[in-house]
């Protein structure tokens, strides 16, 4: 089993900066591509950013420009920099990761969510 710990959520106002971290532990042999996901209130869960083993990235629409995901790989850890913060950023974010088992099973795993609040 690998456990995805989220922090860094909170409340800010309109145009500021959040930096959430996602730090995986547990049973794995590697890690592959791991990603940010947030679901605002009555609304569906939505991919916001993405990084692969090697660095490769690519983001939601709405957040290009604004928001970097970036990883560790020595620490198990996702990034995402949240910069220019808008209301309608307000939602719930969740890790996201996929994993390779010693017997190169993929597995996939979610974090809890980690709440992100931008008052106007």
């Known amino acids: 089993q690998v456990q995805l710990v989220e922090s860094g959520g909170g409340l800010v106002q309109a145009g500021g900066s959040l930096r959430l971290s996602c730090a995986a532990s547990g049973s794995m042999f590697s890690i592959n591509a791991m990603a940010w996901y947030r679901q605002a209130p009555g609304k569906q869960r939505q991919l916001v950013a993405k990084?692969?083993?090697?660095?490769?990235?690519n983001y939601a629409d709405s957040v290009k420009g604004r928001f970097t995901i970036s990883r560790d790989n020595a620490k198990n850890t996702v990034y995402l920099q949240m910069n220019s913060l808008q209301p309608e950023d307000t939602a719930v974010y969740y890790c996201n990761a996929y994993t390779l088992t010693t017997t190169y099973d993929v597995m996939n795993y979610w974090g809890k969510g980690t709440l992100v609040t931008v008052s106007s």
């Open positions: 990084i692969t083993s090697g660095g490769s990235t």
